[in-house]
C-alpha cells in the first residue's frame, strides 16, 4: 500500500482546470481480496457465491455491489475488492491540470456486522485507500489530479468528499508518479452504488467537481 504525503489546504492544488469524463463500470474482483482463498465468485462477478459459506459481493448492473453476509462475523466475512474497468489515465498531451472523479454511495448494511466501506486507487506497484464511514445513505468521493507538466510538482494527487462536501481541504501528494490508476471499492457486510459521471444529466455527482474547475 502506497503512503501519500499530506498537504493542508495547498493553494497550488485547488485550481483544476479540466474534468476528464470517463465511462466506466465495475467489472472484477480482486484474486487476493475475495470471498476465500478459492476466489469463488471471481469467475461469475454477476452471479457467483462462495462455496464455502463465506460472504460474497455480486455485481449488479455493473454501477451496483451487494454484500451477502453469513453469521459468524468478520473471520467469515473479509473485506472484498472490487475494481472498476477502466483506469484513470494521465492525459498525453498534458499542458493543463486533469481530474477524474467517481462516487460510492452506501445503499445497505448488514445488521449485527462489522461493516466496512474504502475507496481507493490501485496502480502498478501498490494502492491508495481511505476507510469511510458505513451509515446507510452517505456519499463518498474520490478526486485523482495529474498536474500539468510545466507545473512544479508533477506527482499525481488526490483529494476526498463526503456527503457533498470536501475532506477537510486535504490534499494528498503521491509518493510516486504514476500514469495509471484503477478506481475500487473496498467492502465487508454493506452494499453500494458507484457513480463515475456517466450520466451526469440524470445522476449528478453529489460534490460539486465546478468547485474545481
Do not use: W
Not at 144 to 152: D, G, H, Q, S, T
Amino acid at each position: 500500500m502506497g503512503s501519500p504525503t499530506k498537504y493542508f489546504n495547498k493553494s497550488e492544488f485547488l485550481c483544476f482546470q479540466h474534468f476528464v469524463k470517463l465511462d466506466n463500470k465495475l467489472t472484477s474482483i480482486c484474486t487476493s481480496k475475495t470471498c476465500c482463498k478459492n476466489a469463488c465468485i471471481n469467475s461469475n462477478v454477476n452471479y457467483g457465491s462462495c462455496n464455502f459459506n463465506k460472504g460474497f459481493v455480486r455485481i449488479v448492473d455493473y454501477l451496483r455491489v451487494e454484500y451477502h453476509s453469513v453469521e459468524g462475523g468478520k473471520e467469515n466475512n473479509k473485506k472484498i475488492i472490487v475494481f472498476a474497468q477502466r483506469p484513470f489515465n494521465k492525459p498525453t498531451n498534458n499542458n493543463d491540470q486533469h481530474l477524474f472523479y467517481f462516487e460510492v454511495k452506501i445503499i445497505e448494511k448488514a445488521e449485527n456486522q462489522n461493516c466496512y466501506v474504502g475507496i481507493g486507487l490501485d496502480y502498478k506497484v501498490g494502492t491508495y485507500i481511505r476507510g469511510v464511514g458505513s451509515n446507510v445513505g452517505d456519499v463518498y468521493g474520490c478526486a485523482l489530479v495529474f498536474p500539468a507538466m510545466n507545473e512544479k510538482k508533477k506527482l499525481p494527487f488526490y483529494f476526498c468528499t463526503e456527503n457533498g462536501s470536501r475532506d477537510s481541504g486535504n490534499t494528498y501528494v503521491l509518493n510516486e508518479e504514476g500514469d495509471s490508476f484503477r478506481p475500487f471499492v473496498k467492502l465487508r457486510s454493506c452494499s453500494v452504488e458507484i457513480n463515475f459521471g456517466n450520466n451526469l444529466d440524470s445522476k449528478p455527482f453529489t460534490y460539486d467537481i465546478t468547485k474545481n474547475i
